[in-house]
């Protein structure tokens, strides 16, 4: 993303590449509307099990996790009134059917971010991990959140000592998780979709999202579908030259039979022509058996993407021609095939496999 002058709290309101300032706080309101809209109130709860928040005390609770802490068991809905939460939360996996709603219906409104990175020090020694960084962790199965920002705002630049960038927005490991009208904001890991374990296949939904980042900003072994999505590649100032990242890093495990689909989405890009790779494969070291799995099709792919080498390996061990890549009519810049053996294409009959309802089986969202 392009340097802005005032500092790195500004980033997480810049969400599509313009600043933002005012949406890092709860915009004015008029004393006696109820911040949560036609969502009811602690004084006309809708149900037994809604909880509502509100950095200004309106609410149940003034934070997201101390919402997620009274609830006990299945079913519960949050209701998040506009403002910025910075913090870390963690929903257990004993809180399935979860749903977190965006109480304004704009996501810039209701952001909760922190600034963990890979590298950064923990205050009992060692350091966070590329997990630790995580802003956000879901390991709830039946996990939904509507009209929410998940962010990581921590930069390269301000903390140069560090090498372990990882800097996760969000980590979603448990089934049948969905994620509709919400904003992923970060650089490096911005989105990790996983499971909880390697012999589990989760199941997740991302629909009307947009996600930024740099490297590997969506990665994870999960079974996910994006539709209607936009991921923006951000531009870097600490790069000479390209490739500047990659968008996806899928890791999905062999026995998995689908990892990522994106479907009637588009790739933009704040970087020079060619700059960016669409995706490389993660075999991360739990798993050496991985052969990940990403379909891109019916999607806009615009000029940031190396539109004659689009995959590159991260490690030539396991190089991407041996993973399952592939793509179909895609369209714009970046999608223009001038080395047929770069771009694997699905034929239309392989492609009738390559469908959201194929994906999630069983679970309509």
Request: with cysteine; hydrophobic share 40%; net charge positive.
């Amino acid at each position: 993303m392009a340097e802005v002058p005032f500092g790195r709290r500004a980033f997480v309101a810049a969400g599509i590449g313009a600043v933002l300032a005012p949406a890092l706080a709860a915009p004015a309101r008029a004393a006696t509307r109820s911040p949560f809209g036609c969502h009811g109130s602690p004084s006309a709860r809708l149900t037994a099990r809604t909880l509502y928040v509100d950095p200004g005390g309106r609410g149940d609770h003034t934070t997201v996790q101390a919402a997620v802490n009274a609830a006990s068991g299945s079913g519960y809905t949050l209701v998040v009134a506009a403002g910025t939460y910075r913090e870390t939360v963690a929903v257990g996996p004993d809180l399935t059917e979860m749903t977190w709603i965006g109480a304004s219906g704009d996501p810039r409104d209701v952001v909760v971010v922190y600034d963990n990175a890979g590298g950064t020090p923990k205050p009992g020694g060692g350091t966070y991990g590329t997990t630790g960084s995580a802003t956000t962790t879901v390991r709830a199965d039946g996990f939904t959140a509507r009209r929410i920002t998940f962010a990581n705002d921590w930069l390269r630049a301000d903390h140069p000592e560090i090498t372990g960038t990882q800097a996760v927005a969000v980590k979603v490991q448990g089934d049948r998780s969905a994620f509709v009208g919400c904003r992923f904001l970060g650089h490096q890991d911005t989105l990790y979709a996983d499971s909880m374990a390697l012999g589990t296949f989760a199941r997740q939904y991302y629909r009307d999202c947009y996600v930024e980042g740099d490297v590997d900003f969506v990665f994870g072994r999960a079974t996910a579908v994006f539709e209607r999505c936009h991921f923006r590649a951000l531009n870097r100032t600490d790069l000479a030259g390209a490739p500047y990242g990659f968008v996806f890093a899928p890791s999905t495990a062999r026995a998995a039979p689908r990892g990522y689909l994106v479907t009637h989405g588009r790739v933009s890009s704040e970087a020079p022509d060619a700059y960016y790779k669409l995706a490389r494969p993660w075999v991360p070291g739990s798993d050496t058996t991985a052969r990940p799995m990403l379909t891109v099709r019916d999607t806009r792919l615009a000029a940031g993407i190396d539109a004659v080498a689009p995959y590159a390996n991260m490690s030539d061990t396991y190089p991407w021609q041996s993973q399952r890549f592939a793509e179909y009519r895609n369209t714009g810049p970046g999608a223009v095939i001038s080395v047929p053996r770069n771009r694997p294409q699905l034929g239309a009959t392989e492609a009738e496999s390559a469908t959201r309802g194929v994906y999630l089986g069983d679970w309509c969202p």
